[in-house]
């Protein structure tokens, strides 16, 4: 009754509002079954984290255990120790016995080592203690004789005295008691003790330890670790001697009701009935164990359940454990996704309903036409189909389901002609058509077309309204008859640009259109019957031919380019598409066989191949999409790629490695508008062989446009060559200028030597003469003076004697010598400089260096100035402890041997532009100096065939290398053509030397 109240309810309501009740209902539904589920998996989970959690409890528990048992059994040891001390040494008969002192000092010894005990006693067998050793605050303190105690009436001596050898008495935790009162600080300890016997085995007293029951908390905190913010240790009576919350601890002390049974008493319970087990409540796991003594320790307890270790895994923890946040997330994901669902199902929900209530309005034509012959379709206003009768569904292959609700425009007529019908159906809902005879044929789901008229109508609700329309068709026929459809064929086959053939499954040709005989100049008669063969060259492979017939008899298509012959013996090619033809039963009776003729195609490809191959340049043609789909021989030689490795590659492999993305961006903006680029252009390019090295190119773009869209050619030539030529060019002119000007200054040099060394010579001899002299009246002043003016005469000399060397092209007296015994020379002619800069000179020499082809002398010059600049510029900068570094050794190199000598200092290094222009003439950065000395060097190696390059040390200083080939120059211009670099012109980034030594 209620079902049909619910029924009843909904059929009352409006499409919109049922459609919203039911999905509300199904909200409901979605969203209880997540709950559900959800709380299911987490309880599930939750079950499972419990246990694996109790098991840890249990594990910790016993750790724990396990670290009280420990302490109490180091103490039960100690105990035992001291009876068998006291027995060996003997109870003392007195106070003031000897044996006191002894006992004392082996206690004290004791305490020092256990700062946990407070008290260490000996008590005789009447209850009077013997022997006392107290914790002080600077250790253990010797009671005196007068402070020593009766404790005859305490309950832990006289439970201990009564104990037989070897057994032990642990006493419940309490508050210490001196001289019968309880101390004013409390003081919670508990006591070890046991008898002392004598050799005849007469009990003669009791050794006790008072153990501090805060050291024991401590050493269980510190023994279980982190572990102890949840664990607990109870005595017997339920007071908690250890606690993560410490107001609790000791409540027998400061609190009577501080006890574990006051605040879980069920716990308790369950406590006091198994020595272990777990309790899981709100508040989370508890799991507990009660300290089990050792029996082999000799413990005895006397009225006691023991102590208990207790953990309290909080609830909190276990949620926070298994993560509860994730869970509420996962679920709420799954019910907005339910939300979603129904929400959806609303909608459509909404629709299928409207559909039902304007299908309503049409029930006399649907009683009427549901089982006609004929195709009827009604639909509303918006054009969705509110009914269909059985011969629409016939026809169309699709369910009544599948139509209901859907666009009759979109679904059952032809895409073609669906823009038509809406600007129709739009003017006959607006009144301005009348309903007539509809042309708009019957779409099948399989795209068959059927070709029938439908008559339309209006269809009005009870108000007069239109409501929809009806439309009425023909009974369907196929789009064309059959033979109409084989004539429409036929046409189409016959005047096709693309030659056609059909053959049998034997291959036996059965047509030909008109293109097949124009381009094979056959006639039908002469092929007819005979197998595609006739028309066979040797130019096409045989495995392209196996490839065909076993896509053939596989029933699959092949596609492939045929190099065929012409009844005239000319050859053509095609591309051939062959695909079986099949019966209603699906079985293969023909094969159709469609081909295009590319021989003009192919011919200007090949031309255009030939042309790129035989270009002097690297040639490069890449498509739309910057990929490589030609390239000529020169290429492969440039880069390094074979043909097969850059076909389909991006351009972007020929161009180095950090400009690769933005080539890719250049060629992006290159392609939205391509013009041509010639070479030349002042462009610097560089391209990336396949090994990594790079060279400067020119390249030359130009775009081609093609069917498959526009395509660029690149003309790229290898700059190598000529920037060497550049190189060489600009060198010799160099030197040609440096030649011109070596004239000038020899010139000049000569004229200054003419006038100027002859009198500098007299004037020098002069004063050398008045320095030897002797003259009384001369005083110091004078002397000074003659100094000064004969050492800047010496300062002129070398002056003019480096112009001379400058302007005249060095002269080498060659001679096979040894480099080491000459770089050892040039030491020792450096000791006294070396010693007044107090400058530490390190050489090392390779040993069996070969010997060099050239002038000793002047090697010896250019190593000695190149030391003497290392001494002056660490001497000149104030360098800590300055070092210079000698080397010598022998390099293979590339192509010959070659033996490099480096001076290398710890000195400030040279700025960037004293570096650049280190070795140009008349260029210094001291106040003295002709700028001429590193020239010099520079001119003596390049005579020698070497190299000289400056530059700075990673960790500070300079570096100067000389490199000396070890066979004699072929050659006078050879000279010539040898480099001298400094560090910029190696491309190792900008030149590095000393300031100080530009000056030589």
Known sequence: MQVGFVRALLGAQEPPRRALIEALLLAMLLALTVVLIGMGHFLLDLKAFRQAQQQQEHTVVGRAGAVLGEALGATVSDTRLLAQMVQQVGVPASLGDARTETLAEFFSALGRERPMYDQIRLLSYSGREIVRINRGPQGPEVVERRDLQDKSKRYYFMQARDLDAGEIYISPVDINVEWGKTEAVPRPMFRVATPVFDD??????????????????????????????????????????????????WGFAYDLDARFQNHYPTIWRQMEQQATGTHVNHRGIFTFTRLKTDPAAGLTEFASPGWFVVSLFPAGLLRQGLGLGSYLGAYGLLLILGLLVATGYGVLRTGQLRAQTQFGRFEPLVAALKYAPNPV??????????FVNDAVLRYSGYSRAQLIGKSRIDTLVVPAAGEKCRARLRELFAGKREPGLLEAGLYGRDGTHYRLSWGESLQRDSAGAVAGAAYIGAVPRQALPEDERQRSLAIATEQSPVSVM????????????????ELTGY?????????????????????????????????????????????????????????????????VTHFLAVNEDITERARLQKNFQLAVEAAPSAMVLSNSEGRIVLANSRVEQMFGYSHEEMLNQPIEILVPQQARKHHAGLRRDYRRAPTTREMGTGL????????????????????????????????????TVQESLKHKLEERNRQVVEAHALATVGRMAAMVAHDLRNPLSSVKMGLQIMSRSPNKRADDGDQELRDIALEQVQYMENILNELLAYSRPPVLKREWFDVTKTIERTILLCQEQLQRHQVQLNAWNQPSLPTLYGDSHRMQQVVSNLI?????????????????????????????????????????????????????????????????????????????????????????????????????????????????????ERGGGAAQAKSDKADG
């Open 200 to 249: 005849g085995g007469h009990p003669r007293g009791v050794i006790l330890i008072n153990y501090r029951g805060e050291a024991l908390a401590a050493i269980f905190k510190e023994g279980v670790g982190t572990a102890g913010d949840r664990l607990m240790v109870l005595d017997e009576r339920g007071y908690w001697l250890s606690n993560p919350r410490q107001e609790l601890e």
């Open 377 to 386: 379709i009604a639909t509303d206003l918006s054009d969705q189909i509110v």
């Open 502 to 517: 059909i053959t049998d499954i034997d291959g036996h040709i059965e047509y030909v259109n008109p293109r097949f005989i």
């Open 523 to 587: 006639t039908s008669e002469e092929v007819l019957g005979c197998k595609p063969s006739i028309l066979k060259s040797d130019k096409t492979s045989p495995e392209d031919y196996r490839q065909l017939w076993a896509n053939l008899k596989a029933g699959r298509d092949w596609q492939g380019i045929f190099h065929n012959r012409k009844k005239s013996g000319q050859i053509y090619s095609e591309i051939v598409r062959i695909s079986p033809l099949r019966n209603e039963a699906g079985e």
């Open 684 to 719: 610097t390019l560089l391209g990336e062989h396949r090994d990594g090295h790079q060279f400067p190119v020119d390249i030359g773009l130009n775009p081609i446009e093609t069917e498959e869209g526009t395509m660029v050619l690149s003309s790229i030539t290898d700059l």
């Open 868 to 984: 003497v600049n290392a001494i002056e510029a660490c001497a000149e900068a104030g360098t800590p402890g300055p070092q210079i570094s000698v080397r010598t050794h022998l390099d293979l190199g590339e192509d010959t041997p070659v033996i490099r000598i480096e001076v290398i200092d710890n000195g400030p290094g040279l700025d960037g532009e004293a570096g650049r222009r280190a070795f140009d003439a008349f260029f210094t950065s001291r106040a003295k100096g002709t700028g001429l000395g590193l020239t010099i060097v520079r001119q003596i190696i390049a005579a020698h065939g070497g190299i000289v390059t400056l530059e700075n040390e990673p960790g500070g200083g300079a570096r100067a290398s000389i490199t000396l080939p070890t066979r004699p120059l072929q050659r006078p211009d050879e000279e010539l053509s040898m480099p001298v670099t400094t560090g910029s």
